[in-house]
């Protein structure tokens, strides 16, 4: 099993970027997801969740902003982000439980980049 990030990249303060995760393998279904970042020097923070019945959570940092779904015919997820600023710069990390071959499951994604210049 492998869980996929992409999306990540350079852009400017006020603009918008959608990152998305998939996973694949021996994956049955997809319950649970949430992203995470980590910013140079800091330790890795929450940004979001979304739980297994669709509700969702934010960071106080990111609410009105960003924006978790999932998807779960393609056992997959986004975080749409928008307005973004400087400080939300950081590498993104999705996590995601998994129903599998071997019972559920946590993965974690590579991490994707995402620069946001002032």
């Known amino acids: 099993v492998q869980l996929q990030a992409s999306g990540g990249g350079l852009v400017q303060a006020g603009g918008s970027l959608r990152l998305s995760c998939a996973g694949s393998?021996?994956?049955?279904?997809?319950?649970?997801m949430a992203w995470y970042r980590q910013a140079p020097g800091k330790e890795r923070e929450l940004v979001a969740t979304?739980?297994?019945?669709?509700?969702?959570n934010y960071a106080d940092s990111v609410k009105g902003r960003f924006t978790i779904s999932r998807d779960n015919t393609k056992n997959a997820g986004s975080l749409q982000m928008t307005s973004l600023k400087p400080e939300d710069t950081a590498v993104y990390y999705c996590n995601a439980d998994f129903g599998t071959r071997w019972g559920p499951r946590n993965y974690w994604g590579q991490g994707t980049q995402v620069t946001v210049s002032s």
């Open positions: 393998g021996s994956i049955f279904s997809i319950s649970a």
């Open positions: 979304i739980s297994s019945s669709g509700n969702t």
